[in-house]
């Protein structure tokens, strides 16, 4: 079993940043790509950024490229969304997952998710 859990989340103001830390602990060579997840409520969930953790290949959402970065620690087993340049519309829950390498399809793994929210 894989155990994930996110951390960072917060309040803060339009045009701040935060980052999102994704802590995997447990069987963690089941997952090759981690993938960053938002859903904002009302609203459907989306896949915002992934990462391959062996080569460290990523990609990023247009909604969010320029704005956002993925990265990883390899020896903390920890992967990281930085938010910057945040905007209202960036308010939501946000998720990491293992998912299926070069899609946003789940492979079965989450963590409970840290909560977002931009003020103007």
């Known amino acids: 079993q894989v155990r994930l859990v996110e951390s960072g989340g917060g309040s803060v103001q339009a045009g701040g940043s935060l980052r999102l830390s994704c802590a995997a602990s447990g069987a963690t060579y089941l997952i090759t790509c981690i993938g960053w997840f938002r859903q904002a409520p009302g609203k459907e969930r989306e896949g915002v950024a992934r990462i391959y953790t062996g080569a460290g290949s990523t990609f990023v959402d247009d909604s969010v490229k320029g704005r956002f970065t993925i990265s990883q620690d390899k020896s903390r087993n920890t992967v990281y969304l930085q938010m910057n340049s945040l905007k209202v519309e960036d308010t939501a829950m946000y998720y990491c997952?293992?998912?299926?390498?070069?899609?946003?399809?789940?492979?079965?793994?989450w963590g409970q998710g840290t909560q977002v929210t931009v003020s103007s």
């Open positions: 997952a293992g998912v299926v390498c070069g899609t946003w399809r789940p492979a079965g793994y």
